[in-house]
């Protein structure tokens, strides 16, 4: 059995469908179909009864691409209550039931519901986005990456 903490949430175990591999910088671990599994575990959070907790809320704000400050937007919240609610786990039920129908409409392929955050993420990647220039074959190239891109919490 794998503990698989590295989706935020601490409570899954994934009997199978992992390979556990050895790096040059010790053990690693491949999901089979990581975004499979996600879709379970979201399908799991929305179908639990009671609040959300925060990291539960943080794990559905990130399937859905949002920021903290976006999701406030989408709940009539700020970003600082977002970050509260995802560190102390005391998420309004409202705000819950919010989430909750937004995910639902995501994944029935609700096409005003995905507009909509898509544009709420495309906005927040124009606006907050990086131009990352690489070099190849002595030609430059850039791409615009999001706020969040991964490549930038290694330049940190």
Same mark, same amino acid.
């Given at each position: 059995m794998y503990h698989y903490t590295e989706c935020g949430l601490d409570n899954v175990w994934l009997e199978n469908g992992y390979k556990k591999r050895t790096t040059p910088y010790g053990t690693g671990v491949s999901i089979d179909d990581a975004d499979g599994l996600h /879709?379970? +575990?979201? =399908? $799991?959070?929305?179908?639990?009864?009671?609040?959300?907790?925060?990291?539960?809320?943080?794990?559905?704000?990130?399937?859905?691409?949002?920021?903290?400050?976006?999701?406030? /937007?989408? +709940?009539? =919240? $700020?970003?600082?209550?977002?970050s509260l609610w995802e560190r102390t786990g005391k998420v309004p039920a409202t705000s819950d039931a919010l989430v909750r129908l937004l995910v639902i409409e995501r994944l029935r392929g609700n096409e005003k519901v995905t507009a909509i955050l898509d544009r709420i993420n495309e906005v927040d990647r124009l606006v907050n986005g990086r131009i990352l220039v690489k070099e190849s074959r002595?030609?430059?190239?850039?791409?615009?990456?999001?706020?969040?891109?991964?490549?930038?919490?290694l330049a940190a």
């Open positions: /879709k379970v +575990l979201v =399908a $799991t959070i929305l179908q639990k009864r009671g609040r959300i907790t925060g990291k539960e809320l943080r794990f559905l704000r990130v399937e859905l691409g949002l920021s903290q400050e976006n999701l406030g /937007k989408c +709940l009539g =919240a $700020t970003d600082q209550s977002v002595n030609k430059w190239h850039s791409e615009v990456a999001g706020p969040n891109d991964e490549r930038f919490a």
